[in-house]
């Protein structure tokens, strides 16, 4: 089993910047892949960013330039880093993490970014 703890969410205003964080523990050389998907309140939840143990990324369309996935193989820590901030990046995130894009069976419990004047 592998547990995932996300952190980093918050209230931000528009234009601002957060960063998540996501602290993997537990059966951690089963991951290879780890990501981040949002949910807006009354959509489906969505890929934002991707991320192999070897740096390979992969966006969503609307959050490539602005978000930054990463990740600290040694802490066994993913990132995302979000810059210009929009109303409706407003969503939970959760961090998603897996032996490949097809078998990413752990989720987090996710964490809530609010975007805001």
């Known amino acids: 089993q592998v547990q995932l703890v996300e952190s980093g969410g918050g209230l931000v205003q528009p234009g601002g910047s957060l960063k998540l964080s996501c602290a993997a523990s537990?059966?951690?050389?089963?991951?290879?892949?780890m990501g981040w998907y949002r949910q807006a309140p009354g959509k489906q939840r969505e890929l934002v960013a991707t991320?192999?143990?070897?740096?390979?990324?992969k966006y969503a369309a609307s959050m490539k330039g602005r978000f930054t996935i990463s990740r600290d193989n040694a802490k066994n820590t993913l990132y995302l880093q979000m810059n210009s901030l929009k109303p409706e990046d407003t969503a939970v995130y959760y961090c998603?993490?897996?032996?490949?894009?097809?078998?990413?069976?752990?989720w987090g419990q996710g964490t809530q970014v609010t975007v805001s004047s």
């Open positions: 998603r993490a897996g032996p490949s894009m097809l078998t990413m069976a752990y």
């Open positions: 537990g059966s951690i050389f089963s991951i290879n892949v």
């Open positions: 991320i192999t143990s070897a740096g390979s990324t």
